[in-house]
């Protein structure tokens, strides 16, 4: 199960945070391991900010475009998610389809069958 751990702020990136990146991970992407080339690639954070990341160096890698922009599309779903999972448990949202007759209803059936306002 996914948890929501808030949001980090997302700090700058030097040049030489870049540099350090860079070198640690030899030019390589971080999902399919194939040699980057100049302007080929973007830095991604490990696990995402939205997840709970932080934001230093050991939480950044390489990843080639196609691989990072996958890698966001997981990572958004996973956010989505976890949002849904803390409304549904904290109560914030409420059934598109309530039980007939619950809780929330106005309305309350006795154990004769009658119906009777709450």
């Not at 973007?42 to 950044?60: F, K, S």
């Not at 890698?61 to 803390?86: G, I, N």
């Amino acid at each position: 199960m996914t948890e929501d751990m808030g949001t980090t702020a997302r700090g700058s990136l030097s040049g030489r945070r870049k540099l350090a990146i860079w070198e640690r991970e030899k030019g390589c992407c971080m999902v399919c391991g194939v040699k980057l080339m100049t302007g080929q690639f973007i830095y991604e954070h490990v696990r995402a900010l939205e997840l709970g990341g932080t934001d230093t160096d050991d939480n950044i890698r390489l990843t080639c475009k196609p691989c990072a922009k996958e890698k966001t599309k997981k990572d958004h779903k996973m956010a989505a998610k976890a949002k849904r999972v803390k409304q549904n448990h904290l109560g914030l949202k409420q059934s598109r389809t309530p039980m007939p007759y619950g809780k929330t209803s106005k309305w309350k059936r006795k154990m004769d069958g009658t119906v009777v306002p709450r």
